[in-house]
């Protein structure tokens, strides 16, 4: 069976600061994929980045970075010098070769302080 | 950019009642599926949907629902008699299908408040 967890449910910062969100995974499949996204106050999800389980390296884009190891399955998150917009909700997900179904984590919030 | 439309944004209904939500995915996608978010909780999937027939469902997902596409725009879901528990925020999200890393794209979301 698949699983994901966030242990982290809330983090605060102060503006400005670097802010790592962990994510954790279990998977027996070989082939899978992982997805954060971010719920803002208003409610909506909106998709931020995605990894395959077979891609060498890790990738910034942005402001938003991210760490993915195999060895330890956790797929981290990095916002680097936050802002008050990032507050939101951050849920990482899971999708297995030859599914359908994407398995989300529990959400870490994140609120960031001026 | 195309989105994926729900309506309505807030639904209040009786227990035992039924109810329908509406979701209008992005147009070329494939792939379609419900989610629902009871508040403050974590996003649990609830069923997916490929070429007129269920792919994948849930042990959410039992009798009391059913997920339809009438025509070739909408997707539904209907809760045929609605408990209190189903209060929650209801997620349709869609997909194009042509790759298995596609993001889910998801509509704002319809409340379903159960009274």
């Known amino acids: 069976a698949q699983k994901v967890t966030q242990a982290q449910t809330e983090i605060s910062v102060v503006e400005k600061e670097d802010v790592t969100l962990d994510c954790v995974y279990e998977?027996?499949?070989?082939?899978?994929?992982l997805f954060w996204y971010k719920q803002p106050p208003s409610g909506e999800l909106v998709f931020l980045i995605r990894?395959?389980?077979?891609?060498?390296q890790n990738e910034i884009s942005g402001r938003y970075s991210w760490n993915f190891q195999k060895s330890t399955s956790s797929f981290n998150f990095t916002i680097t010098a936050s802002q008050v917009v990032d507050s939101a909700v951050y849920f990482c997900?899971?999708?297995?070769?030859?599914?359908?179904?994407?398995?989300f984590g529990t959400g870490t919030r994140l609120k960031v302080l001026a | 950019e195309p989105e994926v439309t729900q309506t309505p944004s807030h639904q209040v209904t009786q227990m035992g009642q039924e109810v329908i939500l509406r979701c209008v995915p992005i147009?070329?996608?494939?792939?379609f599926y419900w989610y629902r978010q009871i508040l403050g909780q974590k996003v649990e999937f609830l069923v997916s949907?490929?070429?007129?027939?269920?792919?994948?469902k849930s042990e959410i997902f039992d009798d009391q629902f059913s997920v339809e596409r009438p025509d070739g725009s909408n997707f539904t879901l209907k809760i045929r008699s609605t408990k209190l528990e189903d209060s929650a925020m209801y997620f349709c999200?869609?997909?194009?299908?042509?790759?298995?890393?596609?993001?889910?794209?998801f509509g704002n979301g319809t409340r379903l408040t159960v009274t």
């Open positions: 949907f490929y070429n007129n027939e269920i792919s994948e």
């Open positions: 997900a899971l999708k297995v070769s030859g599914t359908y179904k994407y398995i």
């Open positions: 998977t027996r499949d070989t082939t899978y994929y």
């Open positions: 147009s070329n996608h494939l792939y």
């Open positions: 990894r395959n389980s077979f891609d060498e």
């Open positions: 999200a869609s997909t194009p299908g042509y790759s298995y890393n596609s993001p889910l794209h």
